[in-house]
């Protein structure tokens, strides 16, 4: 990024999950291209306390201490908490091998900090959600008028072709499909980052090699967390893990590592078999308005020399 371009103001949303926290990481050693303003967390990949201390346990090994993380919804707005254990293991970050956080999560509830924050903006603020929709749909619901002061919210989650979570549905979506329908209702400037996308960013052996080989405190964590969610991911899917979330990060710092399109997305709530479905209009069908940018491509060696490069930067062994 050249020196006269000020870092984005940025928050991220996530549910800590071992891709959340390297996505983490990769924003929390970009302090020239992002001012990270603070984290939220969600329920999601496991339960909302494990997702808050996984947060703070993030930012201590990133060497970033004093951004702020705020607890958030324990539950989807509607449909009951599915946590998913059997990818991420029972802490949700498997393989971190970190300590305890070393600072108290902020005493504020998640949606009432989004909403004040927003509020407070003297410049549109980027938001980066890596988990269930409910924080910054529930913000929406309550004050409507923070959208004016989201500048773009970036998003993984969807998917154009088949989901995970059931062959219709990408887990964030599905998690909670009636938040992700005020989120693609809102008006809000929208990218999602999907898994046609993500699936092309597997860390595979080379590449966690790679990792592995810079030998900081952060790298080796980011190693350990692959070891486990890739075996997980082989175990389920039958190949290594992709890294969704850092995709968006990479997305904010480096659009020209992707491609993409304007179409209409609206999410399925009503039914049972693919309730959570991105629907996308790839060829206008509906002839309604495009909500969202949809990215279909990413460069996935240059996304990995970005997150290697970040990672080289974080603090080492004191
Ligand atoms: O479907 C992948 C998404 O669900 C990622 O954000 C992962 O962390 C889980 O939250
Ligand atoms: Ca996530």
Redesign the pocket.
């Known amino acids: 990024m050249s020196d006269n371009v000020k870092p984005i103001p940025l928050i991220i949303d996530c ?1 800590p ?4 926290a390297i996505a983490l990481m990769l924003a929390m050693a970009s302090p020239g291209e992002l001012d990270l303003l603070g984290v939220s967390a969600v329920a ?2 496991v339960p909302l306390a494990l997702t808050e201390a996984n947060a703070r346990s993030i930012r201590d090994v990133a060497g970033r201490p004093e951004i702020p993380v705020y607890a958030g919804c324990p539950r989807p707005m509607v449909k009951v908490l599915e946590t ?1 254990e059997y990818v ?1 293991g029972k802490s949700g970050i498997d393989g971190a091998n970190l300590p305890q956080p070393s600072r108290p999560v902020e005493q504020a509830h998640a949606v009432d900090w989004l909403i004040d924050i927003l509020r407070r903006a003297e410049t549109p603020i980027t938001l980066a959600t ?3 929709l409910t924080n910054v749909a529930m913000a929406i619901v309550m004050a409507p008028d923070i959208v004016e002061n989201i500048s773009e919210l970036v998003l ?2 969807g998917a154009l072709s088949l989901g ?2 059931t062959p219709s549905a ?3 979506i599905y ?1 909670d499909p009636h938040a992700a329908h005020i989120i693609f209702e809102s008006g809000l400037k929208l990218t999602m980052i999907g ?1 046609d996308v ?1 699936h092309q960013a597997r860390a595979n052996p080379a590449r966690l090699e790679a990792i592995r080989a810079i030998g900081n405190p952060a790298s080796n964590s980011v190693a350990g967390m692959l070891d486990f969610y890739g075996a997980q991911y082989i175990a389920t899917f039958g190949e290594g893990a992709p890294l ?2 850092p995709c968006v990060i990479a997305y904010i710092i480096r659009p020209d590592l992707f491609t993409g399109q304007d179409m209409r997305v609206d999410i399925e709530i009503g039914s049972p078999l693919t309730i959570g479905r991105t629907v996308c209009d790839l060829h206008d069908r509906a002839g309604r308005p495009a909500n969202t940018h949809v990215v279909e491509t990413i460069d996935s060696d240059g996304f990995f020399d970005l997150l290697n490069e970040s990672l080289t930067r974080l603090p080492g062994i004191n």
């Open positions: 549910d999950g071992q891709d959340d999601g990949n998913a991420h890596l988990g269930p993984m989650g995970n979570i990408e887990f964030n998690s898994l993500t969704h979330d």
